[in-house]
């Protein structure tokens, strides 16, 4: 038995002096190493407070009901909900801690009333949108641009055109810049107008925000970050097309030819009882497309992902769910 004592202390002692070799090295661990650890011990903090004040808001808790979490500042982003926090600088040691949320409508069953109802609210926020924007021009006429001033990547362009159609066609543009593989690229792109509404690329929006009373036609290879459309005639939607948004039609929706809308999307297309959405040639569409009214038509080549069906725009009355969330 003492024999058997001795080998357990032996262990033990072992096992002792093997944690303080461990321990002495983890306290030589280099300094970026240790300033790497720290960072990421503090943007876990951070999300963590963030993720925290939006579970508080959503559950009802009034604003600095728990003093310290950030403040929550919400704002109105197309068919869905922006919450932003980081602004007031609560998290500690400042830096790049300012977080965006994304939250839209969990999924539910309504009646084609209840659609009219929030394609109303869709048009009207986004019809007021552009009329307010800053250094808006009021043009009259049909108005045919073939370029884009060279500024236009860092600031937004907002147009109303009175009585007449919108062309925008950078084609040739495209074709004289393709040997430095050049094509506009564009911040914010806004326009009101009573006629019709033509696009074609090449180019990329950060931002497009187009309100129509014909149709609105986007053509060729065009890039869109995010998108609000309406067009009360219709909307088509053809070629090498890549957007995120919403697509809002009283009328028709036509999406065809490779064009594809990443989640989160939503084409609605309400009003009459001859409302038609179709999804052809080879259209990828994540997101949400209804005509509650009408009918929805989609070929074999067609792919309608269902990843939406818990994500409703803001003006349907559900229970709100967080879909993305980032750290800008």
């Given amino acids: 038995m003492p024999l058997k004592r001795g080998n357990v202390l032996l262990l033990v002692l072992g096992l002792l002096l093997v944690l303080s070799f461990l321990l002495m090295a983890m306290l030589r661990i280099p300094g970026t190493l240790r300033r790497s650890v720290a960072i990421v011990a503090k943007e876990t903090q ?13 559950e009802g808790y009034p604003e600095g009901y728990f003093a310290d979490l950030p403040s929550v500042e919400p704002r109105i982003l197309g068919p869905w909900m922006e919450w932003r926090m980081g602004r007031n600088n609560k998290f500690a040691d400042g830096g790049n801690n300012e977080f965006r949320f994304l939250l839209g409508r969990e999924y539910g069953r309504f009646s084609t009333s209840e659609w009219v109802r929030c394609a109303v609210s869709l048009e009207q926020n986004l019809h007021e949108l552009i009329l307010q924007a800053d250094g808006l021009k009021n043009l009259s006429g049909n108005i045919r ?3 884009l001033d060279s500024s236009s990547r860092f600031k937004s ?3 109303n055109v009175s009585a007449g159609d919108l062309t925008l066609d950078l084609d040739g543009f495209g074709r004289l810049n393709t040997f430095v593989h050049k094509s506009p690229s564009v911040r914010s792109f806004m326009a009101n107008v009573e006629g019709d509404v033509k696009i074609r690329g090449p180019v990329h929006f950060d931002t497009l925000r187009i309100y129509s009373t014909g149709t609105v036609s986007l053509r060729g290879n065009v890039s869109v970050g995010f998108a609000e459309i309406l067009g009360l005639a219709g909307v088509l939607v053809s070629g090498d097309i890549s957007f995120s948004g919403v697509l809002l039609s009283k009328q028709n929706i036509e ?6 809308a990443h989640f989160p999307s939503v084409a609605l297309v309400v009003g009459y009882r001859t409302n038609r959405l179709a999804l052809r040639d080879k259209v990828t569409f994540d997101g949400l497309a209804v005509a509650p009214s009408g009918v929805v038509e989609r070929d074999s080549s067609a792919l309608l992902l269902d990843s939406a069906k818990a994500l409703l725009p803001f003006c349907m009355e559900t229970k709100t769910v967080v879909f993305e969330r980032k750290r800008l």
Wanted: hydrophobic letters at 60%.
């Fill in 46 to 58: 951070e999300m963590y407070w963030a993720e925290s004040a939006v579970l508080a808001k959503l």
């Fill in 145 to 147: 641009l073939l370029e």
């Fill in 157 to 159: 362009v907002a147009l």
């Fill in 255 to 260: 999406i065809s030819g490779n064009a594809r």
